[in-house]
């Protein structure tokens, strides 16, 4: 992969959490949508701000919800094929497909692959692990991301993205400081 | 902005809007209706047992709203959180309903030799011979005689309520104090009412499990099963956590409620749902899956009463109604914080409720084991519950009018006015 130069995107820095979520809400109206906001804990109502409940955002619950029932299918079908095909054994008078067993098993499935997916799947989704981020690259937001402060980032590749008019926005949203990010 | 970013504050008025009179009043003609139903049912069919069986199904759906509020009651006192503060006074009002409840009791202890095979019956042998019971029941219920006795029923039955009404009576008490209580810390209170809830909750499902095996578990003498009382445990913690989701969610549409109900709460409240949905499949299915395993004749005729002779579909629709519609809406997050789509989902787990409770209480009679059957005085099923619980909830209109709707005097009241993102 040949390196990225260029500007990652532009990077305002806020002092509370309140004004974080007006600066999303107010880009994303402005209609932003490649963004991202960085706090020291986790605030929901920024990602809600940045359009998270849109349908197409939801990918996590669909990783898992497929995880479940996938983990499910199988488990039963397992225990189906074992007790009918491969390995049928008379158990005090049962039938060959007992179904009541085989829950068990198969809900611990569902449970435990629905719990992977998500784990899992939200480390794909976000890039995770990430050796290198060009955030970093900002003095700023080394400091105060896991401490004190409350960072937008508007990305470059956003369509609606130019380094004039997205910085005169993001100063019209009273953050401490905008700066650009190089990649 | 069309987010506010200002504290909500609380009106000065907290009492139950006057929309709750409205719902008291319909309520009431619900319940006048289905009463004179039951009544012209009766005089045609002449099948008094009828309305006592009915009457046991209203007795313990009643008690589920009852007892289950004060349980979560008790719950939210040992766990905190602030769906608790938002569900506080709807739950006490659910529990001041014990005297109403306890007066529906009354029937059926005075008329247990007309419901329970074992106070019919004086002389098992006798009754035997005479072909009136089996010998597996005249067995039973000789060997279980210093238990299932009509003086115990009564002696139990009333002791149960004054355990229950001891714990509601302070819980209540403590809680209106605390409202104007300007000297006491919120330490002192938070400490009082954990050590009641605490104790409280092991007396709560002791008690309880001696309620289901009097009330309902004894019209099949022959028959237990150590699962039951935790299944009625369960399930009245789900009926309870229903209505009173519902009642807030309806309530959310007038102050005082309107001021201090969040999505965040609203979210919460729908998870907890959910934990419930699964908790009570959870009881249902391991009591079959003993009994299943175990494959003993005297156990699997529970089963077999309740799936055979046309009860199977009931069985499964209860199935689909308990589990499969609330588990696979709540797995939404959309859906729980929505406030119709999550009341319609309470419907249909409180229709579960009515559901189930048929299908535990109607096969124990000779009449409808083994046999689903429409006849005029089945449905009493209907008719008489349904008065019941309408009865029920026009009472609960009233308590809940008693006090203000906000618990005042709570740490988690300034947290809960406001906003959802103000966290700095």
């Known amino acids: 992969m040949p390196v990225r130069e260029g500007i990652y995107g532009l990077l305002a820095e806020f002092d509370t959490p309140t004004e974080l979520v007006v600066a999303a809400k107010a880009s994303y109206n402005a209609g932003y949508r490649r963004m991202d906001c960085y706090t020291p804990y986790p605030v929901e109502e920024a990602a809600e701000a940045m359009g998270f409940d849109e349908p197409k955002e939801k990918a996590v619950s669909r990783v898992c919800l497929l995880g479940g029932i996938l983990g499910g299918l199988a488990m039963f079908t397992l225990e189906s094929w074992i007790s009918i095909w491969a390995y049928p054994l008379n158990i005090a008078g049962r039938g060959k497909f007992s179904w009541v067993a085989f829950i068990v098993p198969a809900y611990e499935w569902t449970i435990l692959w629905a719990g992977l997916c998500a784990g899992f799947g939200m480390l794909a989704l976000n890039r995770l692990p990430a050796p290198y981020h060009p955030l970093f690259n900002a003095p700023n937001f080394r400091n105060g991301a896991t401490s004190d402060k409350f960072f937008l980032c508007l990305e470059a590749d956003d369509p609606r993205f130019s380094v004039t008019d997205t910085r005169s926005l993001l100063e019209s949203l009273h953050p401490v400081s905008v700066v650009e990010v190089e990649h | ?424």
């Not at chain 2, 004060?70 to 503060?85: E, F, I, N, R, Y």
């Not at chain 2, 009591?287 to 005729?301: A, D, F, K, M, V």
């Not at chain 2, 209907?382 to 709707?405: D, E, N, Q, S």
Request: net charge positive; glycine share 6%; proline share 5%.
């Open chain 2, 1 to 424: 902005m069309e987010m506010g970013y200002h504290e909500n504050r609380l009106p000065a008025d907290l009492s139950a809007p006057p929309a709750v009179l409205r719902w008291r009043l319909r309520a009431l003609s619900i319940a006048a209706v289905f009463a004179v139903l039951s009544g012209i049912d009766l005089l045609i069919s002449h099948r008094f047992d009828y309305v006592l069986r009915g009457w046991l199904m209203g007795l313990m759906i009643c008690l589920s709203f009852c007892l289950g509020g004060l349980a979560l009651l008790m719950v939210q006192w040992v766990t905190g959180g602030k769906w608790g503060l938002l569900l506080r006074r709807p739950l006490e009002a659910m529990s001041r309903t014990l005297p109403l409840v306890f007066l529906m009791f009354l029937p059926i202890a005075i008329f247990a030799k007309r419901l329970y095979i074992w106070a019919k019956v004086i002389d098992p042998q006798a009754a035997f011979r005479a072909g009136i019971i089996d010998a597996m029941q005249a067995h039973a219920i000789a060997y279980k005689r210093p238990y299932l006795n009509v003086e115990g029923f009564w002696i139990r039955g009333v002791a149960y309520f004054i355990i229950f009404g001891i714990f509601v009576y302070f819980l209540n008490r403590w809680s209106l104090q605390r409202d104007f209580d300007m000297n006491h810390g919120n330490w002192f209170w938070q400490k009082r009412f954990e050590n009641l809830s605490g104790p409280g909750l092991v007396v709560y499902s002791l008690v309880l499990t001696g309620m289901c095996v009097d009330w309902v578990m004894s019209l099949d003498p022959t028959w237990f099963s150590s699962m039951y009382g935790f299944m009625f445990i369960v399930s009245q913690g789900y009926a309870a956590l229903a209505l009173a989701v519902l009642m807030v969610l309806a309530l959310s549409q007038y102050e005082p409620i309107q001021s201090i109900f969040r999505v965040t709460e609203q979210h919460d409240l729908g998870k907890l749902l959910f934990a419930f949905v699964m908790l009570n499949i959870y009881m249902a299915f391991s009591q079959y899956l003993i009994i299943w395993s175990g494959n003993l004749p005297n156990e699997i005729r529970w089963y077999m009463d309740r799936i055979t002779g046309g009860w199977g579909p009931i069985a499964g629709l209860d199935f689909l109604f308990h589990w499969v519609l609330p588990f696979f809406l709540l797995l939404s997050r959309d859906l729980k914080r929505n406030k119709r789509r999550l009341a319609t989902v309470c419907c249909i787990m409180l229709f579960a409720r009515f559901w189930d409770t048929w299908w535990l209480i109607a096969p124990n009679f000779p009449e409808d084991r083994r046999n689903l059957h429409f006849s005029m005085p089945e449905l009493q099923y209907i008719f008489v519950p349904a008065a019941m619980v309408a009865l029920w909830m026009a009472y609960y209109f009233t308590t809940l009018r008693t006090r203000g709707l906000v618990a005042l005097n709570d740490p988690h009241l300034p947290e809960i006015l406001e906003p959802e993102h103000a966290h700095a």
